[in-house]
């Protein structure tokens, strides 16, 4: 019995090696660690302490959030998570059958961008969206699952979601003549780029913040240095980008957030490249400006959401009858 568990741990470990990665994971690693980190840096003494309660593991014990093949023990965990890294938990555990209920909570089919070809009625967002999850994990926080195991997972689902639903690409889809049944968010809009960044696509350029971090993932688990420098690059956005600049600041409701991108994505994201072409200078440029802004307001409006989910009594937002969720576990 022994044996045939540890041949069992061993295939799982080889399967989570082997497994694809997905190709939509908005801010990829740095910017989703980054929103991460701006939130953490702005959260009141009461919801830090929450958050640290869920998130921050005490010495000797176990993580109430990992991804581990088999039992937990360090030889077979893969990804554990503090307050930073666990942006990135939802992205790391995409991938395969038994994630795939996930998927359509990173993004919302948001008023759909028809260019070229008449408006065809009936499309729009699923019932599961990126919108929709946030009230519902917001909500939930509020009033508490009555575990922390629980609190923690839908924690780490408002960390990641709050930088989705920031990325214009993951609040829009465009149909064309080409793509009469969408462009899946900029997945399918090819674009021409250097070997060496790994970027084949719209989606993918964005997610990758226009190249403002590099194309780069940092090495998990965070080493010192590792840490240092999301800590930096938070710093850096910050000042590029001060929290009094924002008005939009002032607006906690997240289908406002959905609207913002939406419109940076007809407005700017589509309208300033054609498919196969290489993003020019000034694109890019522009792109690294609004994914900065974006990031920071991401993190700027992910902490005041925190430090009202843990201080302040009343249900925070409004779950419209169409997105309404089952409210147990996910």
Not at 63 to 91: N, Q, R
Not at 280 to 300: M, N, P
Request: with cysteine; hydrophobic share 40%; proline share 8%.
């Amino acid at each position: 019995m022994m044996r045939q568990r540890m041949i069992l741990k061993t295939l799982v470990l080889v399967s989570l090696l082997l497994m694809p990665c997905a190709s939509a994971m908005a801010w990829h690693d740095n910017g989703h660690m980054i929103v991460a980190q701006i939130a953490y840096l702005r959260l009141t003494p009461d919801a830090k302490a929450r958050v640290d309660k869920l998130l921050v593991t005490p010495q000797g014990k176990t993580p109430l959030i990992h991804l581990c093949a088999g039992y937990y023990t360090p030889e077979t965990c893969e990804k554990t998570y503090d307050p930073v890294t666990i942006a990135v938990w939802m992205d790391d555990f995409r991938g395969d059958s038994l994630t795939e209920p996930y998927a359509p909570w990173h993004y919302i089919n948001f008023n759909p961008f028809f260019d070229g070809i008449p408006v065809r009625a009936g499309v729009g967002p699923e019932p599961e969206n990126v919108l929709a999850r946030i009230n519902w994990a917001v909500n939930t926080l509020r009033k508490g699952t009555g575990r922390d195991k629980s609190d923690a997972e839908v924690l780490g689902f408002l960390f990641h979601l709050a930088g989705d639903v920031h990325q214009p690409l993951h609040t829009s889809t465009r149909y064309t003549a080409a793509h009469p049944d969408g462009d899946a968010g900029g997945n399918l809009f090819p674009i021409q780029m250097p070997p060496d960044a790994h970027i084949k696509n719209l989606h993918a350029f964005w997610d990758a913040a226009g190249g403002l971090f590099g194309y780069a993932s940092p090495h998990r688990p965070l080493d010192a240095a590792g840490q240092a420098r999301i800590r930096q690059l938070a710093k850096e956005v910050m000042k590029a980008n001060p929290a009094e600049t924002f008005s939009e600041l002032k607006d906690l409701d997240p289908h406002t957030w959905v609207t913002e991108s939406n419109m940076l994505a007809r407005q700017f994201v589509y309208a300033g490249i054609k498919e196969g072409e290489t993003p020019s200078q000034a694109y890019t440029e522009q792109a690294q400006k609004i994914s900065s802004r974006r990031i920071a307001l991401a993190g700027y409006r992910l902490a005041a959401v925190l430090n009202m989910v843990f201080e302040n009594p009343k249900p925070l937002l409004k779950e419209e009858p169409e997105n309404k969720i089952k409210r147990s576990r996910p």
